[in-house]
């Protein structure tokens, strides 16, 4: 099996290219292949599937409007709905092959039509649609509970203003959340303001554990730093992997940073057996 290893601010994935939907990627598999020891060692992985031929509903659903389908996974074997760090890799992936060209086109994902823009090299964009705020949430976390504000993005968010550095706060722990409130659990953003328009965030993402960046919750920690009508305003956010851009308009959230295609290789039979 051929797989690429890629990163979007040090959130990091295998991709693996599927455009005829024969891989049949079991959770054990994907928990595997990410398995930083014993496997190749990722946050994720991008299976890469033309939509018509990937077996789930979502993809049907917009086969007509979209080749490509990226297939998200969390670290754990999981499924998530959306991952913008990923589909800004998934895209660089496809121009990269020669599967797509550069330009702006819809990439399908479980949280619907997202349109990707990139050059033939460099940052890729993703226009992530709107947020959805859904009121205040609380998480413990190992050195005590943080109030913020939940996000849908397609995937659930809770981002929590704190007052110190997040160099200083205790991620080793996964965040302990209220069931009812959080029913699919939750990914926590923990941000402090550092500037004008400009925060640093840690992540403890649902399925992955700690990441050292989040496109999903960058936007969801736009939101809650910009107040929950959402002023349009253009935000930095500083992540332990990088930076991201985040733009709120009043209509939609688009999000850009790197996206960077790193080694490419065989998976070894006996390996996978
Ligand atoms: N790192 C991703 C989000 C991946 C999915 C998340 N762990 C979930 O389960 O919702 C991003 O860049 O958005």
Known sequence: MRFLKGHGTENDFVIL???DGSL???PATVAALCDRRAGIG?????RVVRAKAAGDPAAEEF????EWFMDYRNADGSIAEMCGNGVRVFARYLVDAGLAAPGEWDVATRGGL???TLGPSGDVSVDMGPPVVQGEGRARLA???YTGLRVSMGNPHLACPVDRPVRDLDLTRAPDVDAAVFPEGVNVELFRTVGEHHVEMRVYERGSGETRSCGTGSVATAVAAAGPDMPPGRWLIDVPGGRVTVTLDGRTSHLSGPAVLVAEGELRDDWLR
Do not use: I, N
């Open 143 to 145: 050195d005590g509970e």
């Open 24 to 26: 049949d990627l079991s």
């Open 63 to 66: 086969a007509g409007e979209a």
């Open 42 to 46: 990722a946050d994720g992985v991008l």
């Open 114 to 116: 997202k349109r990707v």
């Open 17 to 19: 290219p599927d455009p």
